[in-house]
């Protein structure tokens, strides 16, 4: 996957999406079409949807929202909305071998680790599993292990590689 902007809301069965889309202060929105979840990475703008007991949000523009200091406004709310969930935001973006992870339980921040072939930007929190294997296995710079990471958290959360084709989301303007 070459681009990817994701939020995964854990536990999150019989959400009404529209009323999510009112509630995150999206305004009136409109469905516009069905895309996959490969897709959704190289579509500017909004895209929702559910899988399984999940709640998938594409969004460019507050994906890094979740990957510095202090919890802002948008992230606040999904805590709020969420208070029972794991919420876990995933980022890939191929041209700069960009990566960044947040996972928060119990409205909590527990990991955050963003980065690029620049540097790492930021690092929160003790180092995930996924992390672990990641550095024992493939011996390699920041930016190739962040974006292995970020690879098993999406076969973690979402199932293994075959089965993302199968996830869709709505894009909304």
């Known amino acids: 996957m070459n681009k990817l ?4 809301i854990t536990s999150a069965q019989n959400v009404n999406i529209h009323d ?7 305004g009136e929105l409109i469905p516009v079409k069905n895309i996959d ?8 703008g909004l895209s929702l949807g559910a899988y399984h007991d999940k709640v998938l ?16 406004q948008y992230e606040q709310k999904l ?29 909590k921040r527990k990991r955050i680790k963003h ?10 929190g003790e180092k995930t599993i996924e992390e672990i294997v990641v550095d024992e296995e ?13 690879e098993y958290l999406l076969e ?11 996830v869709k989301l709505v894009q909304y303007k």
């Open 115 to 124: 980065g690029s072939h620049e540097a790492v930007y930021y690092d929160f």
């Open 20 to 26: 999510l889309i009112t509630v995150l202060g999206y």
């Open 5 to 8: 902007y994701l939020i995964i």
């Open 37 to 44: 979840l490969y897709d959704s990475g190289v579509i500017y």
């Open 156 to 166: 973690k959360y979402l199932g293994n590689e075959k089965g993302w084709g199968d």
């Open 138 to 150: 493939y011996p390699v710079d920041d930016s190739h292990a962040g974006r292995l990471t970020v």
């Open 57 to 72: 949000i594409s969004d460019h523009n507050r994906i890094f929202d979740f990957f510095g200091e202090g919890v802002l």
């Open 79 to 107: 805590y709020d909305l969420f208070p029972q969930s794991e919420i876990v935001v995933l980022n890939l973006y191929s041209v700069i071998d960009g990566y960044g992870y947040s996972i928060i339980r119990d409205g």
